[in-house]
């Protein structure tokens, strides 16, 4: 599976973006899906997950009631809706595949394949 990200730029704090993260192949609903990211001078850090269905999804605290996921299987394509942006979601966001994903759960390690990365900057 080769995942490409887009969606990323410059905004004010408030503000909103939606990434979207194209996967090829023709399996990507078997595929859990997850979105990371890394902040400037830190690790990389889970930020949401999906189940190969959608109907299954959960988020990092730090971003609970303002982002949201969810993917279109139809379209190979998972999407991370950010609203009420802050200046300390500036990061590099990846979106991650899960080979386990037939299972029906959501994942938050073992990722198996990885996007490039867009960066995403929060202006206060």
């Known amino acids: 599976v080769q995942l490409v990200e887009s969606g990323g730029g410059l905004v004010q704090a408030g503000g909103s973006l939606r990434l979207s993260c194209a996967a090829s192949g023709r399996t990507f609903s078997r595929y859990a899906m997850g979105w990371f990211r890394q902040r400037p001078g830190k690790e990389r850090e889970f930020v949401a997950a999906?189940?190969?269905?959608?109907?299954?999804?959960d988020y990092a605290n730090s971003v609970k009631g303002r982002f949201t996921i969810s993917r279109d299987n139809a379209k190979n394509t998972v999407y991370l809706q950010m609203n009420s942006l802050k200046p300390e979601d500036t990061a590099v966001y990846y979106c991650a595949a899960h080979s386990l994903g037939y299972s029906g759960g959501i994942y938050y390690t073992g990722y198996d394949y990885w996007g490039q990365g867009t960066l995403v900057t929060v202006s206060s």
């Open positions: 999906i189940s190969w269905s959608g109907g299954s999804t």
